[in-house]
Each structure stands twice: as C-alpha cells, then as structure tokens.
C-alpha cells in the first residue's frame, strides 16, 4: 500500500498535548488561578509569552477553520480592545511583580483589521504594565491587501520586528473559491514597506490542497513567493473540516485535490524551497540559512505552542481574547469562543474560561516527547512510552524512523509523516474516539 494512503488518518496538529478535544474540563476559575500563580513563582523570570486574539475580518476566507467575526463595522474595535484590557488585568492581579513579556504575538482572524491607532492604544497600555526581556520577539499577522504603512511603522515603533502575510495562494481561480484575494503587487508592497521600515524578520503563509490547485498553479505561487525573499515559509497542509466550519462548503471533496495528488503539490513546494536554499525547519515550515528560526532548530533551541513555532522556550503562555488557549506548563484554559460571552465575562471581572485542563504526570512527560519530535526530529528512547513490538513497529518497517544512540530518530522520509509518529506516543487519549470528526486528514 502507498504510504500516503496508509498514513491518511485524522490526527491532530498537536500544537498542545494533550490536544483540545480530549481535555477532561477538570479546571474552573479558581483552579485556573491556582495554576497561573504556581506558574508566574516558577517561570516568569525566564519570561513569558504573550498571545492577542483578534478575530474581525471583513470577509469569510472560506478555507479557513480560525475563529472568526465578519463584519465591515469597525466600531467593534474599542469595545473589543476595553475588553481585552481588562481581561489583562485579571492577569496582572496575580502578579507579585511585573510580568517579563519575552513574546508577543497578534493573531485572528486579522489583526491589520484594527486601527493603527487603536493596536497602538492596546499595546501601549499592555507594554507601560510589563518589564520587556532583553532578547524579546513581538510579531503580528496582517492581511497584504489591508496592511498599511502605517500600521507597520506603528508596530514597529512599539517593538516589532516580524510580520506574517497570509498569501495562501496566487491563482484567481483559487483566491475567488476561498474569497481571498491579494494580488502579487500588493504583497510585494507590504514586504518592501516593512523592510524600508526595518522588520528583519518576514514570513508568508502558503496552504496546499485548496480546491482547483494544481502542481502548475502551486509551481507559480511558489515561485512569486520566492521571488520576494521572505526569511520564513509556512506550507500548510489545508485542513478540510466542512462540518467544523460551513464556509467550506462553498466546494466539495470532487472539488479538491486527491490525497496523492496533495502530496504531490507538497513536494513540488519542498523541493522549489531547497532548490531556493530554504531550510526545511519542522513541520510545514522554511526558513532561509540566516533567520533566528532555523538558528533555534540548529542550536535545539526551537519551541512548538499555540503560536505555531517559536525561538523562544517559554513555559508561560497568557493568551488574551475570545477562544484563546493560555498555558501554564501544567494546565492549558480555553477562552469562550464568542465575542459576547467572552465580554460579558469580563465585565464581571470573571477569567473567561470555557474549558482547560489540568497535565498529570504521564501528560507531561508525553507532551515533552511530542514536543521533541516536533521541535527536534528525535527524542530520547523511553521503555515506559516504546515498545517496538507495538505501535513504533510499523513505523520502524515503513523507514519512518530508527534508534540509534538510545534515541528515536525521525527519518528523512518520517518528516513527511510527522503527526503519525506523533500519534504513536498518545497512546493515553489517541484510542478514545471523541464525539463527531475533530480533526483534519494527515495528507
């Protein structure tokens, strides 16, 4: 049997361990506060990440499966910041001393949605409550088609230095199917303006699987990209989930590309990124020889949260807005997921929480093996997790990975399969099947 066929299972992306849908919600507010406060005593003076959720767009991407506002009202920004802010200061309450802020991150939905003015208010009144570690990385996520120059130099004046375009895809068929249109120009502006402005740190997003994509449609994207030298590339693997998110139904399966054929477009994009001397860092990421993301994975350095990959190991990760996860090392909470209720919570001055989850210790020491896998391609070879007549076997036989040197080591080809290899180690929720498909094919 192919391998791609064989291994096209729904898996999670594994962004945390364990993942969203197995949380057994044993934690409440007062628990929540419990484990932040354990958490600020132990990491904030390594410093702590700090994740902004901001989830207006204008319009409905359909290919997306981020939680998300659609509206052209721009009157929401303020009464959402307020919120936001005051969310913070249910944070700030449990500190003994000012938070050290070694990341921040805007997120959404589209963050270039909101008025410079207005991400300058937020952030500003965030930054004048926080001491900034000295190797701090502030990014943000911005749509090329709304970002403004403005809205660079104002973040930039207040510390950031990376940015993220979503380009997903250049093909007007394509972009009129997932209702996301940039031109090539208009990227190429945004990357000019925040290089002229001095961001030193640029990545485009490119998602493969989308409907109508071709290998020759995917070859010219790419090659576009290319052209622009941005230091980090995401290839994302597009996550089909129309009974998740309904926007997707705008096309079918007959629609998109067979799961061969899928995996065809990944390596066509692969191979154009090495041939253009880009590094292939962990999953669905690139990087150019000199950027700070591939300095982390060749020093052992790189880190996996719900920010995606990151150059710093930070053990504390607040996260602020609607549907937001925060970290505790020992405990992940779920923000409530719309607008309205996440606001009518903080108004009473009550932590948001949805759900969460409290790591035992057998969590802990599988999430650090994921982890490792994930951020290292290797982790080491553990009798208590291994059984090499068990699960790993079939993943041994197939060339997926090997054990040398009392490690388990991904192979060249195990890359390709690299949330499989993951499930061998979830061995604890992986075989309780959760209500309803959750989670997209690993293809």
Not at 168 to 185: A, H, L, M, P
């Amino acid at each position: 049997m192919d391998l791609v066929t064989k291994y096209n299972i729904p898996a999670p992306r594994y962004t945390s361990y364990p993942t969203v849908p197995y949380w057994d919600n044993n934690l409440d507010e007062e628990k929540w506060i419990e484990q932040l406060k354990h958490a600020i005593i132990n990491y904030n003076k390594d410093g702590i990440s700090l994740y902004i959720h901001l989830p207006y767009c204008e319009k409905l991407c359909t290919y997306c499966a981020c939680n998300t506002r659609i509206t052209v009202n721009h009157k929401v920004e303020m009464p959402y910041i307020e919120s936001v802010l005051k969310e913070w200061n249910l944070y700030l309450q449990q500190f003994n001393e000012k938070p050290l802020i070694k990341e921040i991150h805007l997120g959404g939905g589209t963050p270039t949605f909101f008025s410079p003015e207005n991400l300058h208010f937020l952030l500003n009144t965030i930054l004048q409550s926080v001491d900034i570690a000295p190797e701090h990385d502030f990014s943000f996520e911005g749509h090329p088609a709304n970002t403004t120059k403005e809205h660079l130099q104002t973040l930039f004046n207040l510390g950031f230095k990376r940015v993220s375009y979503g380009v997903q895809d250049f093909d007007e068929k394509v972009q009129d199917t997932i209702n996301r249109y940039q031109s090539y120009e208009q990227v190429k502006y945004v990357i000019d303006t925040a290089r002229e402005i001095g961001y030193t740190s640029v990545n485009i997003d490119i998602v493969y699987g989308l409907p109508y994509q071709t290998i020759q449609t995917v070859t010219d994207t790419i090659s576009k990209v290319i052209s622009l030298k941005p230091e980090r590339i995401a290839f994302y693997s597009y996550a089909h989930v129309p009974w998740l998110k309904p926007g997707q139904r705008k096309y079918t399966d007959k629609d998109l590309p067979t799961d061969v054929y899928k995996r065809n477009l990944y390596e066509t994009g692969k191979n154009l990124f090495i041939e253009a001397s880009y590094l292939d860092v962990g999953m669905d990421h690139f990087a150019l020889p000199n950027d700070t993301l591939f300095t982390a994975f060749r020093e052992g350095r790189l880190h996996r949260n719900f920010m995606g990959y990151t150059t710093n190991t930070t053990k504390l990760m607040i996260s602020l807005g609607c549907s937001s996860i925060s970290d505790s090392w020992e405990a992940f909470s779920q923000n409530v997921k719309v607008v309205e209720d996440y606001q009518k919570k903080v108004d009473e001055g009550h932590f948001p929480i949805l759900k969460g989850h409290i790591l035992n210790k057998e969590d802990l020491e599988i999430r650090q093996h994921i982890l490792n896998l994930m951020c290292k391609h290797s982790t080491p070879l553990d009798n208590h997790y291994f059984n090499s007549a068990d699960r790993f076997s079939e993943l041994i036989k197939d060339n997926l990975i090997k054990i040398t040197n009392e490690q388990l080591q991904i192979t060249e080809l195990g890359k390709l399969f690299l949330r499989n290899i993951c499930l061998a180690y979830d061995k604890r929720y992986w075989l309780k099947v959760p209500e309803g498909n959750v989670f997209s094919t690993t293809a």
